[in-house]
């Protein structure tokens, strides 16, 4: 097969620097770590981007995905090296911007540099690899011998091995002692008559806040001031917030009349956010809050991201987050 590696930078590419570790090797010294690979595959390299994953952002979320949309027609798949604190957050990015892919787009890191003996890089690359032979189809990450949908995947370990949990959904593929075994082979429906979707833009103007019991109401008027154009909200449990003592349900309707989407999701990991139980959630609901149901926190800030890009009007974002693009939410309709 005919395989891109795009490395990124991150832990994996990551080297002493006197102050700590470091971006620091190549896409080609990446590849020489796993140079076997190069027997069964053709495997090209580049690097896009050196840099400690906590540095990138939406303007390097859009270069990615620009880059792999060029790059597709030439591949089988595409593995993208990334570090692993905000790979949640691109890879979720990367399936919105690129939908229908009837590709892998793997992406992968590791917890310790892959020049270090005691290094995961490696079997998470051949991870990366085996999802491509697997055919396993759209964006996923390829992490500790699991392959999670990309929009379902969440940093849970700083230090650990097993780094990424699949939440509210199961892996879609996991090494065994057999193989790879395959649960689902696509993140989404695909239509095998359309090309890729790609729709590069993401509105940077969303705030994602986690509330604390007795959070002032006036840093609303904050994210107002500064120009935001949506707000995701972790809330309590399946859908609560405060109004005694401190009315939050008031700001939420000055963001509403403003035209400020606000998203509802919930600060428990797992299981979904239901504002249809608590006579709160539905206060929030009268306030036309947008329900993010079961989605990860990553996905559901970049979905609104994305869906800014789209459009302004508050019914047609409620209809976006009612509606599973990538296996980012389950609905109750739809199994992926
Ligand atoms: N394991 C890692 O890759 C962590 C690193 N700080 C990064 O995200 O770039």
Known sequence: MNILLLTTGGTIASQEGGGGLIPAISSQSLLSHVADLNHKHTIHHEE???????????????????????????????????GTDTMAYTASAVSFM?????KSIVFTGSQVPIDNP???????????????ENGILGVTVAFNRKIINGTRAVK???????????????????????????????????????????????????????????????????IVQLGYKGVVMEVFGAGGLHYAHRNLLDKLEMLH??????????QCTYERCDLSIYDIGQRLLQRKVIPCHDMTTEAAAVKLMWALT?????DKLQEMFDTNFVGEVYLGTCSF
Not at 98 to 102: D, G, V
Not at 257 to 266: L, P
Request: glycine fraction near 8%; aromatic fraction near 8%; include cysteine.
């Open 48 to 82: 896009i981007l050196n840099m400690d994953s906590s540095n990138i952002q939406p303007e390097e979320w859009q270069l990615i995905a620009g880059r792999i949309y060029e790059a597709l027609p030439s591949y089988d798949g595409i593995i993208v090296t990334h």
């Open 98 to 102: 690129l939908q229908n892919l009837n």
């Open 118 to 132: 005691l290094t995961d890089a490696k079997t998470n690359l051949y991870t990366a690899v085996a999802a491509i």
């Open 156 to 222: 849970i370990s700083t230090l650990g091995f097993n780094a990424f949990e699949s939440v509210n959904s199961g892996c879609m593929g996991e090494v065994f002692a057999d193989g790879m075994r395959v649960y689902r082979t696509s993140t989404s429906c695909l239509d095998y008559g359309r090309p890729v979707q790609f729709t590069p833009g993401l509105c940077k103007d969303v705030f994602l806040l986690k509330l604390l019991p007795g959070t002032k109401p006036e840093v609303f008027d904050m």
């Open 257 to 266: 009349k403003r035209g400020i989407a606000v998203a509802v999701c919930s």
């Open 310 to 314: 789209k459009t302004r009007d508050l």
